[in-house]
């Protein structure tokens, strides 16, 4: 091996990854071994519950775990700072014409984590056969399926972010076997559908309790195909989870994104995938984690523009409301879609140490009027880095039924217009128990057209700060209409280039790879 060749970093991490797990089956109950006998290993079912547990615990990596939030900092929902984020470094340069190759931390983590996943997926698939004689054939194509999905995500996100990309289909095992050229991104689509649908054939057909399961892959399935606008395939392969009956809207909007209301162990209604953390061993941070990130450093602040979408109660645009009053910054946003104040603290709304009475967030710091509610835990007031505030475990949903209703909708609205269903799926996401949104209006929103622009709108509020909207922007096609001379503040703008639908590799990717071609415009 050449000395002077760097390996990559996830090159490195995937070696590891199968090293540092737990022995129990919930990677969330132990903290991980530090070392397996890889001689002996593949020996019993225990060892391929180990080395599962290994494979999901990579996902509580970057983009991939709680700091999926970060993805809507690249979007009009949020600004993340012009100060450096200690977590995602660059994350903002990104958004201001910074966008270049050479560009260090957030760009690399988006390239690294998923691969760093996809190779441990690989080494598990090409192992796994070792431990067959203890295992029986259901058991044996489940433990597939479940890793086969894990390396779909992880190429979905890479094929979203950076177009064509490289695919290793096995664990690599040598450098020069890394280096190969990127397959074109209908190749990667295909490669994805092709372990999701293994998946759906293998999974068991259960509500999710902590493990990949049927209605996870069709899930994601049907957002793969939604990102290609291949509509209608889209729209059978959700009504499938529809007509299956397996899931349902949870009765509390905010409960979805904390501790308490996310017992999935006994099969959780609406969360369909999650990236799963426990306290106090498998917690997002030891050094911050969500709620201090959140709520102390306000790494995460609404623009207007996101809180001036939700509709009026009685269902119209605040503009066309006799509900609106815009007399100030208090009564704007008064009367609105309840979803509005269960995802961000409103002006006016002061939080209150429940054990001291002090005020929990420093509005000096404050640039947006905004700051981020959803996925914040107030009951770990003060928001410090503590015992208490420090130990978040809020799991990141990937996928729960909301969006399924949401994107079958989208899905039947492009491949035919509007139908019964349509309407349907948008009133029961609209109408749940604690949200109560009236009926949609048919004769106002009677064409394709005019719903696909209600639709956006709903997606754009039902799934706020869960790291969606950037890449919904990028697949309608209208990222550089919304983002592009976006004003931020301290007077920069955001820049989005046509060439930016696309990410650069990072250069140091294409310095180790030379049959790795740049993407245009870079």
Not at 338 to 347: F, V
Not at 373 to 386: N, T, V
Request: net charge negative.
């Amino acid at each position: 091996m050449n000395k002077q060749y760097k390996i990559p970093k996830w090159f490195v991490t995937c070696l590891l990854a199968y090293l540092a797990v737990s022995c129990e089956r919930d990677f969330l109950d132990k903290q991980p071994l530090l070392s397996i006998s890889t001689e002996t290993f593949w020996t019993s079912k225990e060892d391929v519950e180990t080395a599962l547990t290994g494979v999901y615990s990579r996902l509580q990596e970057d983009f991939l775990g709680y700091q999926r939030i970060y993805f809507e900092g690249l979007s009009d929902n949020i600004w993340v700072g012009s100060g450096s984020n200690f977590n995602q470094p660059n994350l903002y340069q990104m958004t201001i014409g910074g966008l270049t190759p050479a560009l260090t931390g957030a760009l690399q983590n988006m390239y690294n984590t998923p691969y760093s996943v996809i190779s441990g997926c690989n080494y598990f698939l090409d192992n796994l056969d070792k431990a067959k004689e203890y295992l029986e054939e259901k058991e044996l194509d489940i433990y597939k399926a479940e890793v086969r999905f894990i390396r779909a995500l992880a190429y979905f996100d890479l094929v979203r972010l950076f177009g064509g990309v490289v695919v290793y289909r096995n664990f690599v095992k040598t450098i020069d076997d890394a280096k190969i050229a990127k397959s074109p991104e209908a190749d990667v689509y295909a490669f994805i559908e092709e372990d999701l649908n293994f998946a759906i054939s293998k999974l068991p057909d259960t509500r999710y309790i902590g493990h990949a399961v049927k209605g996870s892959a069709q899930g994601i399935l049907g957002r793969v195909l939604l990102t290609q606008e291949k509509w209608a395939a889209a729209a059978d392969t959700l009504k499938k989870i529809i007509d299956g009956g397996k899931f349902s809207l949870s009765n509390s909007y905010s409960d979805l994104f904390l501790t308490a209301g996310q017992n999935v162990r006994n099969g959780h209604p609406e969360i369909m995938f999650s990236t799963r953390y426990l306290a106090p061993d498998n917690i997002h941070s030891d050094m911050n984690g969500m709620d201090v990130e959140i709520g102390l450093y306000l790494l995460m602040q609404a623009y207007d523009d996101l809180a001036d979408s939700y509709q009026m109660t009685d269902g119209l645009p605040a503009d066309e409301s006799p509900l609106f009053d815009g007399t100030d910054s208090i009564t704007r946003y008064a009367n609105r879609d309840p979803r509005l104040d269960m995802t961000l603290r409103l002006p006016g709304e002061v939080w209150t140490n429940p054990s001291t009475g002090d005020t929990v967030v420093d509005d000096e710091v404050l640039y947006t009027g905004f700051v981020m509610e959803k996925y914040l835990d107030l009951s770990r007031a003060p928001f410090e880095r503590s015992a208490t505030s420090a130990q978040s475990d809020q799991d990141l949903v990937h996928l729960r039924y909301a969006d399924v209703l949401l994107m079958y909708a989208e899905a039947r609205n492009e491949a035919t217009g509007p139908d019964a269903t349509v309407y349907a799926a948008l009133d029961e996401v609209r109408g749940r128990t604690g949200v109560d949104m009236p009926p949609m209006d048919q004769a106002r929103y009677d064409a394709k057209e005019s719903l696909r622009e209600l639709i956006r709108n709903e997606r754009r509020v039902e799934l706020a700060l869960e790291g969606h909207r950037y890449f919904d922007l990028k697949r309608w096609k209208i990222a550089r209409e919304k983002l592009n001379g976006m004003e931020l503040p301290g007077g920069a703008t955001m820049v989005f280039r046509d060439e930016n639908y696309y990410l650069p590799f990072p250069q140091e990717e294409i310095d180790r790879n030379p049959k790795l071609l740049q993407n245009d415009g870079y």
